[in-house]
């Protein structure tokens, strides 16, 4: 059964900076589009940044010149660089995928979600 792996989360102070990552725990699948979702105590999930397979971004407006995310193909993995944390970034951060099969056109059905990581931002 395939999953996605985050990492990277953690305790950093306002104006800090993190890097998250998100891989397919199986080599056999490549990422395809991604979305970096999170979600504080008393909200409701929301998507943050989405990168497509072509590599084409998309951010909230939160977040817009803070965050980047990007893709390295060659480790199947997706990453988001967050810069000049604020408290309100503070939430488990989520990384949502659609796979393929590696090396071929087909598509798994629907899309699959990572485990989770606590970004805490507070001094």
């Known amino acids: 059964q395939v999953q996605l792996v985050e990492s990277g989360g953690g305790l950093v102070q306002p104006g800090g900076s993190l890097r998250l990552s998100c891989t397919a725990s199986?080599?056999?699948?490549?990422?395809?589009?991604v979305g970096w979702y999170r979600q504080a105590p008393g909200k409701q999930r929301e998507l943050v940044a989405a990168?497509?397979?072509?590599?084409?971004?998309n951010y909230a407006d939160s977040v817009k010149g803070r965050f980047t995310i990007s893709r390295d193909n060659a480790k199947n993995t997706v990453y988001l660089q967050m810069n000049s944390l604020k408290p309100e970034d503070t939430a488990v951060f989520y990384c949502?995928?659609?796979?393929?099969?590696?090396?071929?056109?087909?598509?798994?059905?629907?899309?699959?979600w990572g485990q989770g990581t606590q970004v805490t931002v507070s001094s």
């Open positions: 949502n995928a659609r796979l393929r099969v590696k090396s071929s056109s087909v598509r798994l059905p629907g899309d699959y």
């Open positions: 199986k080599t056999i699948f490549s990422i395809d589009s």
């Open positions: 990168i497509s397979s072509g590599g084409s971004t």
